[in-house]
């Protein structure tokens, strides 16, 4: 089993924002890249967070948006969505 659980965050923004939300968001420890994506969300956040015994991997990812990423100033809305299965090269 993959020792980090990764999750990806879409992200709503006050306009003017964006650079200095992505600034914040990547001083959360377990936000690994954060990119500004044209349409209807202005960010894309990467997650990684470790696997443990003790506490399920989907909760640790909510965990990190709602103590973490909701309380930064300037976010309107987020959208996460959980990696059940990866490939990479």
């Given at each position: 089993?993959p020792?980090y659980?990764?999750?990806?965050?879409?992200?709503?923004v006050?306009?003017?924002?964006e650079?200095?939300?992505?600034?914040?968001?990547?001083?959360?420890?377990?936000?690994?890249?954060?990119?500004i994506?044209?349409?209807?969300?202005?960010?894309?956040?990467?997650?990684?967070?470790e696997r443990?015994?003790?506490?399920?991997?989907d909760?640790?990812?909510?965990?990190?948006?709602?103590?973490?990423?909701?309380?930064i100033?300037?976010i309107?809305?987020?959208?996460?969505?959980?990696s059940?299965?990866?490939?990479?090269?």
């Amino acid at each position: 089993m993959p020792r980090y659980q990764k999750a990806f965050v879409l992200v709503k923004v006050e306009p003017g924002h964006e650079k200095q939300v992505m600034d914040d968001l990547l001083k959360l420890k377990d936000v690994q890249e954060v990119h500004i994506i044209p349409g209807e969300w202005d960010l894309l956040a990467v997650l990684e967070t470790e696997r443990e015994a003790v506490v399920p991997s989907d909760q640790k990812v909510y965990n990190v948006v709602m103590e973490g990423i909701e309380k930064i100033k300037h976010i309107q809305d987020t959208n996460t969505m959980v990696s059940q299965f990866s490939k990479s090269k």
